[in-house]
């Protein structure tokens, strides 16, 4: 018998509770929560983050959870501007869930299928940041991404464009000769701070964001994903950072057991 996501969840759980030697990582409820784009950034919307190195905030989005004909008039009443990003709304890892479509006009919206999240698409000059969270470690690489869109190509292109992966490793940005407006990484102190309130709000160690920064400024930044236990053998000094984290684990479980 195959079981659920949810009693698999419940046996792991009966597990922590009967054996409080053994160290988790990460709770499976928490993990959940990253599973659903309509939860996985609200934690960012919630904090309005902002101080002197800059403001982190998400995109207006919108979620459909059926009937694909209403998503034009959805669009309209909720005031969101094309184009307009199409994300599956189940975030489970799998190729699927990272599969994105973009939008261009109002009547192609009926050609998504719910169920999906919707966001505003933001110019950020065709990169965006990966920021890997291990603990209290945080790494950044540049991915290439969706090109910017602007007004002329606004009105003349029609259709939903899909896109299988976009921010792939193959994708690498970290040695190509890009503007220095666009290159430049976000600051390490708002980073940390983010990182911070993020580990204490969603309850995770182990998690990665796909950050922007707006075209033509300086601070302003957007989280547009959250995804859990990402493939960190892409993310630059891999096997000693996630070393150093479990050794500090284990470290911080022998001094509770020691006190």
């Known amino acids: 018998m195959q079981l659920t996501g949810k009693e698999w969840r419940q046996i792991l759980e009966d597990y922590r509770r009967t054996h409080p030697e053994v160290t988790v990582l990460d709770p499976p409820d928490a993990i959940q929560h990253l599973h659903n784009r309509q939860s996985m950034l609200?934690?960012?919307?919630?904090?309005?983050?902002?101080?002197?190195?800059?403001?982190?905030?998400?995109?207006?989005?919108?979620?459909?959870?059926?009937?694909?004909?209403?998503?034009?008039?959805?669009?309209?009443?909720?005031?969101?501007?094309?184009?307009?990003?199409?994300?599956?709304?189940?975030?489970?890892?799998?190729?699927?869930?990272?599969?994105?479509?973009?939008?261009?006009?109002?009547?192609?919206?009926?050609?998504?299928?719910?169920?999906?999240?919707?966001?505003?698409?933001?110019?950020?000059?065709?990169?965006?940041?990966?920021?890997?969270?291990?603990?209290?470690?945080?790494?950044?690489?540049?991915?290439?991404?969706?090109?910017?869109?602007?007004?002329?190509?606004?009105?003349?292109?029609?259709?939903?464009?899909?896109?299988?992966?976009?921010?792939?490793?193959?994708?690498s940005a970290d040695d190509a000769d890009l503007d220095p407006g666009v290159a430049e990484l976000p600051p390490q102190p708002l980073l940390e701070k983010l990182a911070r309130e993020l580990r204490r709000r969603l309850g995770l160690r182990l998690f990665n964001l796909d950050i922007i920064r707006e075209h033509g400024s300086r601070d302003q930044f957007y989280v547009i994903d959250i995804n859990y236990f990402p493939g960190y053998g892409k993310m630059p000094e891999y096997e000693h950072i996630f070393t150093d984290f479990l050794l500090s684990l284990g470290q911080s479980r022998y001094k509770e057991r020691s006190s």
């Open 42 to 171: 609200q934690c960012v919307a919630d904090m309005n983050l902002s101080n002197s190195y800059g403001k982190v905030d998400v995109p207006r989005q919108l979620v459909i959870k059926k009937d694909a004909a209403s998503i034009p008039d959805a669009v309209t009443k909720a005031g969101l501007m094309l184009p307009i990003v199409a994300k599956p709304l189940v975030a489970d890892g799998s190729a699927k869930s990272h599969e994105l479509s973009l939008a261009y006009d109002q009547p192609s919206l009926q050609k998504l299928e719910p169920p999906l999240v919707l966001q505003e698409f933001v110019n950020h000059g065709g990169v965006l940041f990966k920021v890997y969270i291990v603990g209290e470690a945080i790494k950044v690489v540049r991915r290439f991404s969706l090109p910017d869109v602007c007004k002329r190509e606004l009105s003349r292109i029609e259709g939903v464009f899909r896109f299988p992966r976009v921010s792939c490793a193959a994708a």
